[in-house]
């Protein structure tokens, strides 16, 4: 998944603005190209991409052999694992389901302390340290009935997962600790205060601000270059959830069903918009970010354009044609600036 | 990938006598053909376009069709010739029409199949309307929607047709053309991705292959919902699956395919499809997997991951065993992949060292 259209041009020698031709590096994309030019014949592409090991050498494909044996292997063992206690689990006694969970817990412990937080291995056995945390509780709270509500679940499995996130140095871990607190929040404000907090809008503010605040923490060490926190997916993953918080009220106003301070929400909504907008194109290029601000806003705007003119049957016409036209604005101006960028 | 530049490949190229000394030229001043438009907008596009297309049928509807059996084709057909003409006429990196141009294209063709409904109830000539109609429009309509949508079409349309004629005709253990569907697909993934190299110079070839291989996914998808509708005997599929795969890996093996690794490799994936004969998914996924890593595409292979997870899922779900036999077989048949694997990886070190 490429950040930006930057991220498409072919690979050229560092230092370089004129690209030295004879050390320019082949690729698959280069390689179609030449052959879709029909400068190589089907015959000297195959042979191309055999050189370059996109068709793989007999080396190639044990690796692969072996590696998918592995992955499903080690899938298959799992599964029968857990297919294995869950037959037996009516049958245990209490302290023996604790000390299963907990020791699942101590062994992806001592892993990462073995291998450390450095090594993909070391840190994928802390995510999957801080996952057991959830079913532990869940356990504990199954064997002695303590009552708590689903919300506390989440609210004790978000505490007791955030020392281990704190020092894990791994943006997926940080991202699974937001979507507890996510759930926590939802389910916090549904359990406690029933269904009304969807209609008066308060949970959505909410879980803009916890979504808000991660979102610019995450983006203020992504520009301070954090080298744990580059990766793009999670940041916009959260702007993905920050437009479905905004969109969905704001939805809800336009076609008149709105009250509280749900109403307050397309004001914020403008805001964020304007801001993304901004510093997206101005301090963080990414152009994905702009397109999904150009897709809830055509949302949005179809919606507005909709409920107040079309009346009758022959203005569904006016809808479709109004989609097309703000739809190639958007495209024209989010290839502008990706040129722009390019350039 | 080990990263070669283009004067090593050209001569490489030029020592192996496929390409001229003076074609080298051509070769270094290439460019690979910049993508103006990144996969996230054209798929704005894309969605707003299904959007505005659901607008323009429902205006059709309600207020062209005051008699719809008699206006219905004659607008899709309008539609789609307007559709065709921009298409063929626009400027390529113009967004606006081409999203005109699909709307137009994809709310013709709706209105032409219902046209044709509406004119001819048989199911048989329904199904040869749309096979004929997708054709057409494969080899006019120059569109990666519309490469990629009309194979599965046309291979839904064609389940459908044979099934009809097997119903006149009788069914003999329920119905059971979709093996022939599930057969034709998998001969043409197969063929056509083993051959990509003689296809790349079509812009849109890609599209449509990846359109084959999903209906092809799909369509044995079926052995897991089915079931209990008669079609039961998936072992023809199965069977069929087990053929192409392993005629696959004796290609690929070439000239290894007699050696002890080869003949190993062979038996295992024998062992494989006869365990697997009636989970034909299994055996779909594992051929569309291989065709994936041989032709190095990434995408090809994760949607071959994803439905093999699925049919593993399914596999191992319809076992009629209890939950602790169902248990100790995943757990058995876990360390048989790990233990295999780790053999493989020892079999690589000892050619190494030889």
Partial sequence: ??????????????????????????????????????VLCPAALEESLRITQVIPDRKGWQNFISRTMLLLGTALLLCGIIFFFAYNWANLHKFAKLAIVQSTILVF??????????????KCSLLAACVMIGPALGVYGTIYQTGADAYELFLGWSLLMFGWVAISNFGGLWFIWLVLVNVFVTLYGEQVYGYRIFSNGALYLALFAVNFIAMALWEYCYVKKVTWLQNRFFSRSIAIFLHYVLVQPTLIIIFGRGQGVLQIIPVIYALYVAAIFVVYQRQIRDLFMLTINCLSLIVVLSCVFGKNFVNNSESFILLSLFIMAITAMAGYWLNKVGKSWNN | MEQL??????????????????????????????????????????????????????????????????????????????????????????????????????????????????????????????????????????????????????SCALFFLLHDIEGRQGYLEGPQSIHIVIGLLSAATGYFWYKESSFLKHRLFHYSLYGTTLSLLVMVSFSVFTRSHNLEMWWISGLILSLALLLLEFV????????????????????????????????????????????????????????????????????????LNKSLILMGSGALLIILSLVVNRTKLEVQNA
């Fill in chain 1, 109 to 122: 412990v001592v892993i990462t302390m073995a291998k450390g937080l450095d090594h993909i291995v070391g």
């Fill in chain 2, 5 to 154: 530049t283009l004067t090593k490949i050209a001569e490489h190229l030029i020592a192996k006598e496929l390409i001229d000394p003076e074609e080298e030229q051509q070769i270094l001043s290439a460019k690979e053909a910049e993508s103006a438009t990144a996969w996230y907008i054209y798929a704005l596009i894309a969605v707003a376009a299904w959007f505005s297309t659901i607008f323009f049928l429902v205006f059709f509807f309600l207020v062209m069709f005051r008699d719809p059996e008699s206006v219905a084709f004659g607008a899709g057909l309008f539609m789609s010739v307007i559709a065709i003409i921009v298409n063929r006429t626009q400027n390529k990196d113009s967004i606006f029409f081409s999203q005109v141009s699909l709307a137009f294209n994809v709310a013709g063709q709706i209105l032409m199949v219902l046209g044709f409904v509406f004119q001819r109830h048989e199911i048989a000539a329904i199904c040869l309307f749309v096979i004929v109609l997708q054709a057409i429009m494969f080899y006019l309509y120059q569109h990666p929607v519309q490469h990629f949508a009309a194979p599965m079409a046309i």
């Fill in chain 2, 252 to 323: 690929l093996l070439g000239s290894l395919a007699k050696t002890t690794m080869g003949i190993s490799i062979l038996s295992a994936s024998l062992l494989f499809c006869a365990m697997a004969l009636h989970s034909p998914g299994l055996i779909a996924a594992m051929f569309t997997l291989l065709l994936g890593f041989y032709r190095g595409h990434k995408l090809l292979m994760l949607l071959s991951f994803i439905f093999l997870g699925g049919f593993l899922f399914f596999f191992y779900y319809d076992l009629e065993m209890t939950l």
């Fill in chain 1, 1 to 38: 998944m490429s950040n930006s259209i930057e991220d498409n041009k072919p690979q050229q020698p560092e230092e370089s603005n004129q690209p030295d031709k004879d050390s320019l590096l082949a690729n698959t994309g280069i390689l179609i190209q030449l052959a879709r030019e029909k």
